[in-house]
């Protein structure tokens, strides 16, 4: 098989077959085809897409390039969650510990931020001493005894996607449907999970702007999931300003907490409880008792025994003000008065990056204390110097933070008609 054929052909519209995308994707994994011809390939999938045989290949040679785990001997359903990417969406740090406490086990492999979206380990390892990085026998015994794990992606588990992923950055071809598609579901079938609820995410926050859009990407993955057996629910949910109130990493666990509390902003505990009542009714529990394990402590308690099991010192849980905080406040303020009409997640969410809440490069550092706090969201009323948001920082990228939210904020005479958070449903 000559790579360039592959190429070319998928270039001027044609079908690549199952064997030569397993051939393929096989060689790319062991180093055998090079970047370049591999970057020329999605460029050509980005434009030209993948009929549903190509599409079933392609995510099965992926998931196949890695371990794929085995939690079946461990009774009980086991289902994940994933969500596409968003501002401030820090939902499985509340959500994962109260599905557990259901009685579902939640076995959840999760990434990092990049760009501007934030990513779950970047936030959980904000807490001192948290590890996700722990060895699948590790993974195992925590799912099988606390019901939960919560770990990065390890070296084992689908390789391709990874170095795909990270060739798709740099070459523009992220925001494509079938490459989504593909990378999401082979991370999530290798994971030994029984069933998966989809956060697909539509907005400026989003990859996905609009509901069509995202409605093609949900139903792409649930069919690829049911194709292979598994139960999969997609959530087509509002992203066209950041979830929540805050954005940054250790700041989105505080949030997080207080929501396990009972407390925090409406639309996470919103959010939490309806990708909760999913995952139940997907492993065959009750909908109904995620509200009751919010409102009785369960889930805090069980985010407080993943932190200690994971290294993490759980006295944070007890009192956050023991978590990294930033050396300075600032107030961003309101250039006139008036209703807050729209919010750009989007630029938010970078804005949060160049304090140092996320990464340009995979390899840079992350300042775990900084992020945006919102005092006022989409329909609040803004008096001309009040403050839009507070900036928490260390001393790192605040102009360019300023720069990036000059114009995130949209400021009118009139307050909008609220928009709803879960858009649809697909099944
Ligand atoms: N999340 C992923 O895991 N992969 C993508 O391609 C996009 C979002």
């Known amino acids: 098989m000559r790579v360039v054929d592959l190429i070319e052909r998928k270039r001027d519209g044609g079908q690549l077959t199952g064997d030569e995308i397993r051939t393929l994707i096989d060689a ?18 980005f434009l030209r897409g993948m009929d549903a045989d190509e599409l079933a290949a392609w995510t099965d040679a992926m998931l196949r390039s890695g371990e794929v785990l085995d939690f079946s001997d ?25 599905v557990a406490a259901c009685g579902v086990r939640v076995p959840m492999v999760s990434g990092r931020g990049l760009g501007h979206t934030g990513g779950t380990l970047d936030k959980l390892e904000s807490i001192p001493g948290f590890s996700t990085r722990l060895p699948v026998e ?33 070459t523009g071809t992220v925001p494509s449907i079938p490459l989504i598609a593909s990378s999401i579901m ?3 079938l290798a994971e030994g999970i029984d069933a998966l609820v989809l956060d697909v995410k539509v907005g400026s926050g989003a990859f996905m702007r609009t509901v069509p859009e995202a409605r093609r990407l949900a139903e792409t993955m649930v069919a690829i999931g049911n194709g292979m057996g598994k139960k999969v629910v997609a959530l087509l949910t509002d992203m066209s300003q950041p979830l929540g109130r805050t954005v940054g990493n250790a700041l989105e666990v505080r949030e997080s907490i207080e929501v396990l509390r009972g407390g925090g902003p409406a639309d996470i505990r919103a959010l939490t409880l309806a990708l909760a009542e999913e995952m139940l009714r997907l492993g065959g529990a009750d909908p109904a008792e995620a509200r009751r394990a919010l409102d009785d402590g369960r889930g805090l308690a069980r985010f407080r025994q993943v932190v200690e099991a994971q290294g993490g010192d759980p006295r944070t849980v007890d009192d956050p003000d023991r978590l990294p905080r930033a050396a300075h406040v600032t107030p961003f303020a309101a250039p006139r008065d008036g209703y807050v009409t729209a919010i750009d997640a989007r630029a938010v969410g970078v ?10 490069r995979k390899e840079d550092a992350i300042a775990p204390g900084v992020g945006l706090v919102l005092e006022k969201r989409v329909g609040d009323r803004v008096a001309r110097g009040e403050p839009l948001l507070f900036v928490h920082h260390d001393g790192v990228g605040l102009d360019a933070c300023h720069a990036r939210l000059s114009d995130a904020f949209l400021i009118g005479d009139e307050a909008p008609a609220p928009l709803p958070l879960v858009l649809e449903r697909v099944e």
């Not at 790319?28 to 999938?45: E, F, G, H, K, S």
């Not at 590790?138 to 770990?151: N, P």
């Not at 804005?351 to 340009?360: E, I, K, N, T, V």
């Open 28 to 45: 790319y994994t062991r180093d055998a085809v090079p970047d370049y011809q591999m970057a020329a390939l999605l460029m050509a999938i």
């Open 74 to 98: 461990i009774p009980g359903a086991k289902v994940d969650k994933h969500s596409t990417g968003g501002v401030g969406d820090k939902i499985s740090l509340p959500l994962a510990p109260l």
């Open 138 to 170: 590790r993974f195992r015994e925590m799912v099988a005894t606390l019901g939960i794990s919560l770990i990065g992606q390890t070296e084992e588990i689908a390789p391709a996607d990874r170095r795909l992923y990270a060739l798709r950055d740099v």
């Open 186 to 188: 082979s991370k999530k």
């Open 351 to 360: 804005g949060a990056m160049c304090l140092g809440a996320g990464r340009a």
